[in-house]
Structures are given as C-alpha cells and as structure tokens.
C-alpha cells in the first residue's frame, strides 16, 4: 500500500531537471531564511538556511556528473559531505551568536518562513525520489532535501514555542538540533561515499 501510495506522488522527470528544480527551489528558500533569520537573529531559520545552502551546492555539482562513473560521483560525494560538514560547523557558530545575543525572535516569521521551505523541500524530495537508489551522487541529492523536510519542521515547531514561552530557548534549541543534523548526515553519506569508492578499485 505504503509503495503503491508513493508510486503514485513520484514526478517523471529526468535527472537534469530534477536535481535542476530542487537546486532552484533550495537556492530561493536559502535566499529566504538568510535574509529573515538576520532581520530577527534567529538561529533556527540561520541554521536552516546554512543547511539549505549546502544543499544548494550539493544539488548544483550533482548535475555535472550525472554521465559520470560510480567512482568519479563517489568522489564527489565526499567533497560534497565535506562542504556539507563545514556547513554544519558554521551553523553551529551561529547558534552560539544567537545565544549570546539573548534576543528573541518574531514567531510569526520563524513559522511562515519555517512553513515556505517546507513545502520547498517537500517539493524537492518528491522530485528527486524516483532517482534516489539511483547512485551515490542522486541518493546524496535526495537525503539533502528529505533533512532540510525535517529542519523545516523543527524550524515551525520553534516559531510555535518562541510564542508559547516567549522565550529564545525553542530557537536555540531547535537550531542546534539542525546543526547535528547537517554533521550527521554528512557522516554517514561520507562513509557510504568512501565505500563506494573503494568498491570501485576492487
């Protein structure tokens, strides 16, 4: 059922103008989150759009090397975790700012904005799921938007306490969350990157 369901939600696209659709949308919300996460010094929608940047890059590189070998992707993919790693590291940077700062975010901004890039990677995801088990090069394009889809919501459930507890705490919490996301994630599809690699000389 669970299969049939997801079947029906896939979009037909190509590789190109998959990774090309969710390299737009994410560049655009990346635009979005910056710029309103520093109007309100918000560590969530700032580590957020630090995630969706890496995504940016991630989804930009991907579509120069869809004709590639399983090893040249690997490869990539390894720089790509390592860029997606700094990423993460400078989100982290920013969520100590937002803490020293002790001030507290418009929940109203923090739950649209939150809202808008959801909806952008939901998009993104659906877009790139047919490709997903595809190689290494795809599946890391896919888990960048499935994770910004789960940050996105993160991002809304901090707007939602900032305005229950008119507090910073939900922000900074929700931003460091993001921040181990990013690295974790970068982890692990560094190691499956690096196996494939070494698969590929075998």
Not at 17 to 35: G, Q, S
Not at 138 to 163: E, H, P, Q, W
Request: net charge positive; with cysteine.
């Amino acid at each position: 059922m669970y299969n049939i369901f997801m079947k029906k939600l896939r979009f037909n696209f190509s590789e190109m103008n998959a990774l090309l659709i969710a390299f737009t949308l994410n560049f655009f919300i990346f635009a979005v989150e910056f710029y309103y996460g520093y109007l309100e010094n918000s560590a969530a929608l700032l580590t957020d759009s630090a995630h969706n940047m890496g995504d940016a890059v991630i989804l930009g590189t991907s579509i120069f090397v869809i004709s590639s070998t399983q090893k040249v992707k690997a490869k990539l993919a390894i720089i790509k975790c390592s860029i997606w790693g700094l990423f993460g590291l400078l989100a982290l940077y920013q969520v100590y700012l937002s803490y020293i700062s002790m001030k507290i975010p418009s929940y109203e901004v923090i739950g649209w904005i939150g809202f808008l890039a959801l909806l952008v990677n939901i998009i993104s995801t659906l877009v790139l799921l047919s490709f997903k088990d595809s190689d290494v090069n795809l599946k890391s394009a896919y888990v960048c938007c499935r994770n910004d889809a789960f940050g996105n919501l993160l991002v809304i459930v901090a707007g939602f306490f900032v305005y229950r507890l008119n507090s910073w705490w939900p922000d900074i919490i929700a931003g460091l969350i993001i921040s181990f996301i990013i690295l974790v994630s970068a982890i692990k599809l560094g190691i499956e990157s690096y196996n494939v690699m070494k698969a590929e000389k075998n």
